[in-house]
T-cell receptor, first 109, second 112 residues
Framework: GQNIDQPTEMTATEGAIVQINCTYQ??????LFWYQQHAGEAPTFLSY????GLEEKGRFSSFLSRSKGYSYLLLKELQMKDSASYLC??????????FGAGTTVTVRA | DTGVSQDPRHKITKRGQNVTFRCDPI?????LYWYRQTLGQGPEFLTY????????KSRLLSDRFSAERPKGSFSTLEIQRTEQGDSAMYLC??????????FGPGTRLTVL
């Protein structure tokens, strides 16, 4: 089976940094995705990691350690529009994504 | 807008009725996926097509569910004899490569 854990909620102040952790235990591993999802909308792709290390893309960075079954998404210079749910998803084979329940981030002024 | 499109966006039906949803993937994307998402949870994989071939169907899909992609382009997901437990957001995604999946806006199903 697949087990993907991430915190349920996080709150941070506008302009600050927030780190969302994700740990996983899956029957296979072929990459890890992070998605952003605003309420009532579809998930939007943020990042993909398949090798260990840090991938930086503007204000968002994602890190992966395959040996530890661990990833994090780092959001810098938080803006109000970053208030959303952030989903960690592991690709266990060529195509199937298994998602965590999501972390709701609330950005306060 | 050349993203993934889904129709309808919302569907309210009575228990026992059949419903059909449509997904149009991004042009030239040969991979198509269906997921289901309930409130407070992440999406759950339902099925996957590569071109017109359905390569995997989750055990979540009972015999009441069927999906097709007859010409390798758009796909349909049909639910027969709907139950209240089928109420969810049905998401379609497409991709050209393995390291991506782009989601459509979803169809929100409410079964009364």
């Amino acid at each position: 089976g697949q087990n993907i854990d991430q915190p349920t909620e996080m709150t941070a102040t506008e302009g600050a940094i927030v780190q969302i952790n994700c740990t996983y235990q899956t029957s296979g591993f072929n990459g890890l995705f992070w998605y952003q999802q605003h309420a009532g909308e579809a998930p939007t792709f943020l990042s993909y990691n398949v090798l260990d290390g840090l991938e930086e893309k503007g204000r968002f960075s994602s890190f992966l350690s395959r040996s530890k079954g661990y990833s994090y998404l780092l959001l810098k210079e938080l803006q109000m529009k970053d208030s959303a749910s952030y989903l960690c998803a592991v690709k266990s084979n060529d195509y199937k994504l298994s998602f965590g329940a999501g972390t709701t981030v609330t950005v306060r002024a | 807008d050349t993203g993934v499109s889904q129709d309808p966006r919302h569907k309210i039906t009575k228990r026992g009725q059949n419903v059909t949803f449509r997904c149009d993937p991004i042009s030239e994307h040969n991979r198509l996926y269906w997921y289901r998402q309930t409130l407070g949870q992440g999406p759950e994989f339902l099925t996957y097509f590569q071109n017109e071939a359905q390569l995997e169907k989750s055990r979540l899909l009972s015999d009441r569910f069927s999906a097709e992609r007859p010409k390798g382009s758009f796909s349909t997901l049909e639910i027969q004899r709907t139950e209240q437990g089928d109420s969810a957001m049905y998401l379609c995604a497409s991709s050209r490569y393995e390291n991506e999946q782009f989601f459509g806006p979803g169809t929100r199903l409410t079964v009364l």
